[in-house]
T-cell receptor, first 115, second 114 residues
Framework: DAMVIQNPRYQVTQFGKPVTLSCSQTLNHNVMYWYQQKSSQAPKLLFHYYDKDFNNEADTPDNFQSRRPNTSFCFLDIRSPGLGDAAMYLC??????????????FGPGTRLTVL | GEDVEQSLFLSVREGDSSVINCTYTDSSSTYLYWYKQEPGAGLQLLTYIFSNMDMKQDQRLTVLLNKKDKHLSLRIADTQTGDSAIYFCAESHILTGGGNKLTFGTGTQLKVEL
């Protein structure tokens, strides 16, 4: 089945220790997104890629970066995690055809704990 | 501006109908979505409605959109224990960099009791 996969499902890191979260998709969608969802809150868009073009949300901290080496994979890098970065990180994909953006499909998420 | 609000909790008995409400402020939204999130899991797309529609039915789910009042609702018929989850509504805006941005509501925790 075509799907969005996130690895690992649970990640524990230490304060200040860089961490990378991974997302892959078999949907061949050209848009990939990263959302942050803190406990009991709504998901919040961090940034997205349209093909290789990176688009950052204005209020995303510099501590968060992303890479998309090919259509299938997208990574979220947190350079120096703080306690406030503990959250569920959700990857989503969508496709853009004929100027019309399709529905976003989400992966299962990676829960990040910062000690 | 972008602001999406939902009531925090809803409790229903199994077999009853559930109605989850959502209000939004941005009338330029193209699509409005309902997602379901079970504990510790990602977001599962339930249904969506285009902004020029006022109703959409999909099996047990009925979405009503009142564009004048910027009010969206999700009705679940014959609610089952497996429907217990958090339900998020979201409005969609096209991004200049391609893609679309979802602005989510606060989420409604639905509890289904036997």
């Amino acid at each position: 089945d075509a799907m969005v996969i996130q690895n690992p499902r649970y990640q524990v890191t230490q304060f200040g220790k860089p961490v990378t979260l991974s997302c892959s998709q078999t949907l061949n969608h050209n848009v990939m997104y990263w959302y942050q969802q803190k406990s009991s809150q709504a998901p919040k868009l961090l940034f997205h890629y349209y093909d290789k073009d990176f688009n950052n949300e204005a209020d995303t901290p510099d501590n968060f970066q992303s890479r998309r080496p090919n259509t299938s994979f997208c990574f979220l890098d947190i350079r120096s995690p703080g306690l406030g970065d503990a959250a569920m990180y959700l990857c989503a994909t969508s496709t853009l055809t004929g100027g019309f953006t399709d529905t976003q499909y989400f992966g299962p998420g990676t829960r990040l704990t910062v000690l | 501006g972008e602001d999406v609000e939902q009531s925090l909790f809803l409790s229903v008995r199994e077999g009853d109908s559930s109605v989850i409400n959502c209000t939004y402020t941005d009338s330029s939204s193209t699509y409005l979505y309902w997602y379901k999130q079970e504990p510790g899991a990602g977001l599962q797309l339930l249904t969506y409605i285009f902004s020029n529609m006022d109703m959409k039915q999909d099996q047990r789910l009925t979405v009503l959109l009142n564009k004048k009042d910027k009010h969206l609702s999700l009705r679940i018929a014959d609610t089952q224990t497996g429907d217990s989850a958090i339900y998020f509504c979201a409005e969609s805006h096209i991004l200049t960099g391609g893609g679309n941005k979802l602005t989510f509501g606060t989420g409604t925790q639905l509890k289904v009791e036997l």
